[in-house]
């Protein structure tokens, strides 16, 4: 069946770091892929989504681009703030049936001043 | 404008207990979907309902019922609670297309 493979947090870094969450997937046919957002206390928001090869989400700063041939989506961001401060999850959705997604494991990222 | 609203956002049971989680959503989307969350394994389906009047099952549907009882609503209940069901709900909702979802705050429910 589908998955979504994180990288193991927390990530810890300074504020203006750069940032890269890797994200790697299996699916049958052509998913949409999905980064969501999780901050304290909340629940999950679209933070960028990307539905085929080669295009790339952005959002807020963040950026993620479907590879078909690495089955990858890796996030990244090129200056994090303290207010990133939250859990990332990576997800797929499969095209056809249920339409409901497949996460990732999810990933804590910590900022620190 | 309120998206998906969940209720209760916290709640203690006993097991053996029985309850009803609610979710209503505004924005007129015709698909609903029931997540547990729990620590490091991010959401899991449990039950969906890609239109109003059907449901059917997800990944971890053991345990659980739903019902859809109309097309804002969408409810899951735990007819014998266990402690095995300890773990953050998430109601969601989406459109036909796109699949983008859209997430409650959460219920929080720990069972005794």
């Known amino acids: 069946g589908d998955s979504v493979t994180q990288m193991e947090g927390p990530v810890t870094l300074s504020e203006e770091a750069f940032l890269t969450i890797n994200c790697t997937y299996t699916?049958?046919?052509?998913?949409?892929l999905f980064w969501y957002v999780q901050y304290p206390g909340e629940g999950l928001q679209l933070l960028l989504k990307a539905t085929k090869a080669d295009d790339k989400g952005s959002n807020k700063g963040f950026e993620a681009t479907y590879r078909k041939e690495t089955t990858s989506f890796h996030l990244e961001k090129g200056s994090v703030q303290v207010s990133d401060s939250a859990v990332y999850f990576c997800a797929l959705s499969d095209r056809t049936g249920r339409r409901a997604l497949t996460f990732g494991s999810g990933t804590r990222l910590q900022v620190q001043p | 404008n309120a998206g998906v609203t969940q209720t209760p956002k916290f709640q203690v049971l006993k097991t053996g207990q029985s309850m009803t989680l609610q979710c209503a959503q505004d924005?007129?989307?015709?698909?609903m979907y029931w997540y547990r969350q729990d620590p490091g394994m991010g959401l899991r389906l449990i039950y969906y309902s890609a239109s109003e009047g059907t449901t059917d099952k997800g990944e971890v549907p053991n345990g659980y019922n739903v019902s859809r009882l109309n097309k804002r609503e969408f409810s899951l209940r735990l007819e014998s609670a266990a402690p095995s069901q300890t773990s953050v709900y998430f109601c969601?909702?989406?459109?036909?297309?796109?699949?983008?979802?859209?997430f409650g705050a959460g219920t929080r429910l720990s069972v005794l």
């Open positions: 969601a909702s989406s459109e036909d297309q796109g699949n983008i979802q859209y």
């Open positions: 699916a049958t046919g052509y998913p949409s």
């Open positions: 924005m007129n989307h015709n698909s």
